[in-house]
């Protein structure tokens, strides 16, 4: 999966029995050794896609959340019966060096921090800008341009819990996760066939269920044969495919923003809305089709 592994980086499942990735493991190695020398959580994430090793199959590219993750993970250790691939020492010292950092990383959240990157209004197109939070913890967020008035005062904690629904939204409707339509590639003579033969089991008076769910997943797999590799399709296509299995969220998944969110839109009403790879606009209420021209 993109954002969630059944099984953490660093191990595999041979024979019923949770084993080191031999690739992976020398990347965790790899990871700690270049955190403990000074090398921050960006610059080690650089090192690791350009190395190749993939944290997950939707894209080669590591972020510093990734890192984050496996930094603080106590299972390359030994914790909860994983097989240790680092010794405790070298655990115990990337531990005392992350928590001489905690005030400056958790002096903003790290929704707070992804936002800011990808917020626009979502009337005029401008980028939101950001003031620093009031006493209360309410930070106000303005369109850039002084001719838009649009504002969004909230406090960072709620924005955080509005993020993370509109991407339990997708998760629950990963249809909405849609290709466009110029990218849509045009039907093949087998893709009108099979297509046909969908149309004649539906209009039988009693469809044959096994049948017609064998033709559609054949039409679905003739349609992906023809996206390009490594083309925004085929990486829509995987996302979509890995949504299917993931779990609602009870916190912000970082990984998963990162991966399917173009841009946060402020609208005039004071809502957020998500648009997401592939250009559909999804919010909380169901408005996923809007069409906010005038944000590109």
Not at 56 to 70: C, F, L, Q
């Amino acid at each position: 999966m993109a954002w969630q592994r059944k099984i953490p980086f660093g191990f595999k499942m041979t024979g019923g029995t949770i084993k080191p990735h031999p690739a992976e493991a020398d990347a965790v190695t790899f990871i700690y050794d270049s955190y403990r020398k000074g090398s921050s959580y960006l610059t080690i994430a650089k090192a690791m896609t350009e190395l190749g090793v993939r944290y997950h199959e939707a894209s080669a590219e590591w972020n510093k959340h990734m890192v984050k993750r496996i930094l603080e993970n106590p299972k390359y250790i030994g914790d909860d019966g994983y097989p240790a691939i680092l010794p405790t020492g070298v655990w115990n010292g990337a531990q005392a060096k992350r928590d001489g950092k905690t005030a400056d990383w958790t002096s903003q959240s790290i929704c707070v921090e992804l936002a800011k990157r990808r917020m626009f209004c979502g009337e005029c197109g401008s980028a939101i800008s950001k003031d620093t939070s009031t006493r209360d913890g309410t930070r106000w967020w303005h369109c850039s341009n002084p001719e838009c008035k649009v504002m969004l005062m909230m406090r960072d904690d709620a924005l955080e819990g509005n993020v993370t629904a509109l991407l339990n939204r997708l998760i629950t409707s990963p249809e909405l996760l849609g290709l466009p339509k110029s990218v849509i590639p045009c039907a093949s003579g087998e893709i009108t066939r099979i297509q046909n033969e969908i149309n004649r089991e539906l209009n039988k008076a009693t469809p044959d269920e096994d049948a017609l769910t064998s033709l559609i997943f054949g039409c679905a797999a003739e349609k992906y044969a023809l996206l390009d590799d490594g083309s925004e399709q085929r990486k829509i296509a995987g996302l979509r495919v890995a949504l299917q299995n993931q779990p609602l969220l009870t916190a912000f998944d970082p990984s998963l923003f990162s991966d399917i969110a173009e841009a946060l839109l402020v609208m005039g009403d004071k809502t957020l809305v998500l648009r997401i790879v592939g250009g559909n606009i999804i919010s909380e209420i169901g408005k996923e089709n809007l069409n906010h021209a005038n944000y590109h």
